[in-house]
């Protein structure tokens, strides 16, 4: 009988004894696979939509972060990849979007959003899938302590934070009575109310406040309102229609009389600053979170990033002079992938199932030194807030060129707040 | 800023939205009253004209009035044969029933959106005006191209007028409107007639959109509000009324205007929602609408 085996093996003896063989050989292989196994990043992008212009920055400083971060390393000895998932800037699609990344394409976990309905509408579906959610969105959504566990904005300053800390610049150097018009949404709500408040605190007044709804296309209609003591004027404006508004702004005033003017970047991003109909906004003032224009004591990380992006001194894309980039803004992509990086590397990331892990790891972060991995400059994490500080800049439009004339100090940004996301569940 | 210069300054951008307004929405209340078609694609012909006109501004050499120029020519021609060619395609072969049409304009909508975003892009794109002049009032300055816009719409709409109640063509298209069995009987080419009509109403869009892409950019979204709003001078116009369409968009451009300069522009959409409603309801034929 045992000698019948041997000699003339039966069909079941093969089959189990090639399992047994195939097994042997796949082991090793799929245990060195777990640990060489690519890093999936989803992101979440503007690629169409009223975010486009945004869009198409935030991908290229995310590609040209990610070569950055595979060619020394990856994270964890572990190469990155990242999925592109449009959103096309609509928060229904926003919040689809982080269930398909999650998911179907299975990713570690989602970054890269900025416009603020879109992260509000999709961060409560990141909760629920218990998935990590790192927002490069400026709104005072995060700190607010309106959103959850899981979201996280470690790349970018908030704008309650932003304009704290650039109130009193203004109403020392430009005026002390201001008219504000700014975008009828949450994202604009923020600058109205918390510049509002930071205005009467340096003793200043806001006299006028003209929100304008997010698809607007002219806006000639709404100047008549900014009161004529006006000292300064306040605009922080997004979408398709932002050249439209500084235009016809322009063609309002024209050569008359016409108060200072400060102003968001967000109304000029990937705008080329001399394009004709904008010599009016010469010698008015923007904030920005980043110079555009290379300034001369720009950092060593920042020329690195700079050249990484392919992003040339005016702040356009290198080949093609045309193609301004979103530069106030995009340093968040670029920092907040090295903030998975380090959050990652911190709780010994296996996979999904330490996302609670990396949530908690980047709750460790306090003091972020500026370096490559932050060429807007150094930060301080809050982590009741889940929320980054940073400094800010102002520029001034001088002869078509944006110059740094004044940089706020980490301090300034600072709120008092008893939001706490440590004391609430996973 | 006083009342007085407050008001004309509301009047005067009710005007320009008016102006283009009327054009807009004079190409699809033609298009339903000659082919009792609802064409819900009629937006994105607008589009399809910001569009050209940005691709002509690029690719003329010269000053910007030269490329206005070409582009007020070749961006509606361009339209138009575009619709020339959905009428024959898909509206004919669905003998132009009421509800097949609005099913398959609506899937043109799309196809034009995508194809857009396929090969425009994203992004809102500013054409330069052919221009650049400013008009200083003493309380406020003022875009004087927007004059040229209100001019020019008016020079087209008599154009089109003229066209329809004096020439040969106008009749022919008051035929078939009438009756287009009789017409037919009469040795009218009614294919013809249609497939002219819907890209007579493209036209228009398209010139619309030639003329307000310099104060608004190009953008491959750009449709749904005019869409909308020429839905809504129609319907109190009266369908298929040309008088009543001038009329209402005259009304709804300017009460716009006014209304979202001295209120909010919300306020605006919502009183001229509540007018179709009442329209609707008390004179469902519109102000101008011959009894059904």
Same mark, same amino acid.
């Given at each position: 009988?045992?000698?019948?085996? &041997?000699?003339?093996?039966?069909?079941?003896?093969?089959?189990?004894?090639?399992?047994?063989?195939?097994?042997?050989?796949?082991?090793?292989?799929?245990?060195?696979?777990?640990?060489?196994?690519?890093?999936?990043?989803?992101?979440?992008?503007?690629?169409?939509?009223?975010?486009?212009?945004?869009?198409?920055?935030?991908? =290229?400083?995310?590609?040209?972060?990610?070569?950055?971060?595979?060619?020394?390393?990856?994270?964890?000895?572990?190469?990155?990849?990242?999925?592109?998932?449009?959103?096309?800037?609509?928060?229904?699609?926003?919040?689809?979007?982080?269930?398909?990344?999650?998911?179907?394409?299975?990713?570690?976990? @989602?970054?890269?959003?900025?416009?603020?309905?879109?992260?509000?509408?999709?961060?409560?579906?990141?909760?629920?899938?218990?998935?990590?959610?790192?927002?490069?969105?400026?709104?005072?959504?995060?700190?607010?302590?309106?959103?959850?566990?899981?979201?996280?904005?470690?790349?970018?300053?908030?704008?309650?934070?932003?304009?704290?800390?650039?109130?009193?610049?203004?109403?020392?150097?430009? *005026?002390?009575?201001?008219?504000?018009?700014?975008?009828?949404?949450?994202?604009?709500?923020?600058?109205?109310?918390?510049?509002?408040?930071?205005?009467?605190?340096?003793?200043?007044?806001?006299?006028?406040?003209?929100?304008?709804?997010?698809?607007?296309?002219?806006?000639?209609?709404?100047?008549?309102?900014?009161?004529?003591?006006?000292?300064?004027?306040?605009?922080?404006?997004?979408?398709?229609?932002?050249?439209?508004?500084?235009?016809?702004?322009?063609?309002?005033?024209?050569?008359?009389?016409?108060?200072?003017?400060?102003?968001?970047?967000?109304?000029?991003?990937?705008?080329? @600053?001399?394009?004709? %109909?904008?010599?009016?906004?010469? %010698?008015?003032?923007?904030?920005?979170?980043?110079?555009?224009?290379?300034?001369?004591?720009?950092?060593?990380?920042?020329?690195?990033?700079?050249?990484?992006?392919?992003?040339?001194?005016?702040?356009?894309?290198?080949?093609?002079?045309?193609?301004?980039?979103?530069?106030?803004?995009?340093?968040?992509?670029?920092?907040?992938?090295?903030?998975?990086?380090? *959050?990652?590397?911190?709780?010994?990331?296996?996979?999904?199932? #330490?996302?609670?892990?990396?949530?908690?790891?980047?709750?460790?972060?306090?003091?972020?030194?500026?370096?490559?991995?932050?060429?807007?400059?150094?930060?301080?994490?809050?982590?009741?807030?889940?929320?980054?500080?940073?400094?800010?800049?102002?520029?001034?439009?001088? *002869?078509?060129?944006?110059?740094?004339?004044?940089?706020?100090?980490?301090?300034?940004?600072?709120?008092?707040?008893?939001?706490?996301?440590?004391?609430?569940?996973? | 800023?006083?009342?007085?210069?407050?008001?004309?300054?509301?009047?005067?951008?009710?005007?320009?939205?008016?102006?283009?307004?009327?054009?807009?929405?004079?190409?699809?209340?033609?298009?339903?009253?000659?082919?009792?078609?609802?064409?819900?694609?009629?937006?994105?012909?607008?589009?399809? %004209?910001?569009?050209?006109?940005?691709?002509?501004?690029?690719?003329?050499?010269?000053?910007?009035?030269?490329?206005?120029?070409?582009?007020?020519?070749?961006?509606?021609?361009?339209?138009? %044969?575009?619709?020339?060619?959905?009428?024959?395609?898909?509206?004919?072969?669905?003998?132009?029933?009421?509800?097949?049409?609005? @099913?398959?304009?609506?899937?043109?909508?799309?196809?034009?959106?995508?194809?857009?975003?396929?090969?425009?892009?994203?992004?809102?794109?500013?054409?330069?005006?052919?221009?650049?002049?400013?008009?200083?009032?003493?309380?406020?300055?003022?875009?004087?191209?927007?004059?040229?816009? &209100?001019?020019?719409?008016?020079?087209?709409?008599?154009?089109?007028?003229?066209?329809?109640?004096?020439? =040969?063509?106008?009749?022919?298209?008051?035929?078939?409107?009438?009756?287009?069995?009789?017409?037919?009987?009469?040795?009218? #080419?009614?294919?013809?007639?249609?497939?002219?009509?819907?890209?007579?109403?493209?036209?228009?869009?398209?010139?619309?959109?030639?003329?307000?892409?310099? &104060?608004?950019?190009?953008?491959?979204?750009? *449709?749904?509000?005019?869409?909308?709003?020429?839905?809504?001078?129609?319907?109190?116009?009266?369908?298929?009324?040309?008088?009543?369409?001038?009329?209402?968009?005259?009304?709804?451009?300017?009460?716009?205007?006014? &209304?979202?300069?001295?209120?909010?522009?919300?306020?605006?959409?919502?009183?001229?929602?509540?007018?179709?409603?009442?329209?609707?309801?008390? =004179?469902?034929?519109?102000?101008?609408?011959?009894?059904?």
């Amino acid at each position: 009988m045992n000698r019948e085996t &041997i000699l003339h093996p039966t069909r079941r003896s093969l089959l189990a004894g090639g399992a047994a063989a195939l097994t042997a050989a796949t082991l090793p292989r799929f245990v060195q696979a777990q640990s060489s196994e690519p890093i999936r990043l989803g992101f979440q992008l503007h690629r169409t939509g009223i975010g486009a212009a945004y869009g198409r920055w935030y991908e =290229r400083t995310a590609l040209a972060a990610l070569k950055v971060v595979n060619e020394a390393g990856g994270i964890a000895g572990r190469p990155v990849e990242i999925l592109f998932e449009d959103d096309a800037t609509d928060p229904r699609r926003g919040a689809e979007g982080v269930e398909k990344l999650a998911s179907q394409a299975k990713v570690d976990m @989602i970054f890269g959003p900025l416009f603020s309905h879109v992260v509000i509408a999709a961060a409560p579906r990141a909760a629920e899938l218990k998935i990590p959610y790192l927002v490069c969105s400026e709104g005072y959504h995060v700190a607010s302590g309106k959103l959850n566990r899981w979201t996280l904005q470690p790349g970018i300053t908030d704008v309650r934070a932003q304009v704290t800390a650039m109130a009193p610049w203004v109403t020392q150097n430009l *005026g002390k009575k201001v008219t504000m018009i700014f975008p009828d949404y949450a994202f604009g709500h923020d600058h109205r109310d918390f510049f509002t408040e930071a205005v009467a605190a340096q003793g200043g007044e806001v006299v006028a406040q003209i929100a304008i709804p997010p698809t607007e296309t002219s806006f000639t209609r709404y100047f008549p309102r900014i009161p004529r003591d006006t000292e300064v004027l306040y605009h922080v404006m997004v979408g398709p229609a932002v050249l439209t508004f500084v235009k016809e702004l322009g063609e309002f005033y024209g050569s008359g009389a016409k108060p200072e003017i400060f102003g968001f970047i967000d109304s000029l991003e990937a705008v080329d @600053i001399a394009n004709p %109909g904008l010599q009016f906004l010469e %010698g008015s003032h923007f904030w920005e979170g980043q110079c555009r224009m290379l300034q001369p004591d720009a950092s060593e990380a920042e020329t690195f990033y700079r050249d990484a992006v392919g992003v040339d001194a005016n702040g356009a894309a290198i080949e093609d002079p045309k193609n301004v980039s979103c530069y106030g803004h995009m340093f968040s992509v670029w920092e907040t992938l090295f903030a998975i990086k380090q *959050g990652m590397e911190a709780c010994s990331w296996r996979g999904p199932q #330490d996302r609670q892990a990396f949530v908690e790891a980047v709750e460790a972060f306090t003091e972020m030194p500026a370096g490559r991995e932050r060429p807007q400059g150094a930060k301080v994490f809050n982590p009741k807030l889940h929320q980054v500080f940073g400094h800010q800049f102002i520029s001034k439009l001088e *002869g078509g060129k944006l110059v740094k004339v004044h940089e706020t100090s980490l301090e300034d940004g600072i709120y008092p707040s008893d939001v706490d996301y440590l004391a609430t569940s996973f | 800023m006083d009342f007085g210069p407050f008001l004309l300054l509301a009047v005067m951008e009710g005007l320009v939205g008016a102006a283009v307004l009327a054009l807009t929405a004079s190409g699809l209340s033609l298009v339903f009253g000659v082919l009792r078609v609802v064409n819900v694609a009629h937006g994105e012909f607008f589009m399809l %004209g910001a569009v050209a006109a940005w691709f002509v501004s690029q690719w003329v050499p010269g000053p910007p009035a030269l490329a206005f120029a070409v582009a007020l020519v070749a961006c509606p021609l361009l339209v138009a %044969g575009l619709a020339a060619l959905a009428d024959r395609l898909v509206l004919k072969r669905l003998a132009y029933e009421p509800e097949a049409t609005i @099913i398959a304009t609506i899937g043109l909508l799309y196809i034009l959106q995508q194809a857009a975003l396929t090969l425009y892009g994203p992004e809102a794109r500013p054409v330069p005006p052919p221009f650049e002049a400013r008009l200083q009032l003493p309380w406020f300055g003022w875009s004087g191209y927007k004059l040229f816009v &209100i001019g020019a719409a008016g020079a087209v709409l008599a154009g089109l007028w003229l066209l329809l109640a004096r020439s =040969r063509i106008g009749l022919v298209m008051r035929a078939t409107q009438i009756d287009r069995e009789t017409a037919t009987a009469f040795g009218i #080419d009614v294919d013809r007639v249609y497939a002219g009509t819907f890209a007579l109403g493209a036209a228009l869009a398209a010139i619309a959109a030639v003329l307000i892409v310099p &104060i608004q950019q190009a953008h491959y979204l750009m *449709g749904g509000d005019p869409l909308l709003l020429s839905f809504i001078v129609v319907v109190i116009g009266g369908l298929g009324s040309l008088r009543g369409t001038l009329v209402a968009a005259l009304l709804i451009g300017v009460s716009d205007g006014v &209304i979202s300069t001295f209120f909010e522009p919300t306020l605006a959409k919502i009183l001229a929602t509540l007018l179709v409603a009442l329209v609707l309801v008390f =004179r469902p034929q519109g102000l101008f609408g011959a009894r059904a």
